[in-house]
Nanobody, 123 residues
Framework: QVRLVESGGGLVQAGASLRLSCAAS????????MGWFRQSPGKERDFVAV????????YYSDSVKGRFTVSRDNAKNTVYLQMNSLKPEDTAVYYC????????????????WGQGTQVTVAS
């Protein structure tokens, strides 16, 4: 099991940018993808973006494509989510997760999860 810790969330105005980080540590396992999900109170956990560990392939949900960018730094065992042009509907707890397949857009395909970081976008 890998330990994932998200950071970088906060309160911003609409149109602003945030960069989330996900630091991975702990038990080693076959890893093919690192994904980002988000969840608002009373709602389902939704897919945001995913990146492959072995190449530059990425995949985004329609709601964030063109605004968000997922990237990685293997040497630092860290995945990033650059969020630009933030909207109030982006408000949620953002989670980093690890999967053994790419691409995966459903939460059940991810075995390891971070605790989440809150992103609040004010109108």
């Amino acid at each position: 099991q890998v330990r994932l810790v998200e950071s970088g969330g906060g309160l911003v105005q609409a149109g602003a940018s945030l960069r989330l980080s996900c630091a991975a540590s702990g038990r080693t396992f076959s890893r093919y993808a690192m994904g980002w999900f988000r969840q608002s109170p009373g709602k389902e956990r939704d897919f945001v973006a995913v990146i492959s560990w072995v190449d530059d392939n990425t995949y985004y949900s329609d709601s964030v494509k063109g605004r968000f960018t997922v990237s990685r730094d293997n040497a630092k065992n860290t995945v990033y989510l650059q969020m630009n042009s933030l909207k109030p509907e982006d408000t949620a707890v953002y989670y980093c997760a690890a999967a053994e397949v790419f691409p995966s857009t459903t939460s059940r395909m991810y075995s390891s999860w971070g605790q989440g970081t809150q992103v609040t976008v004010a109108s």
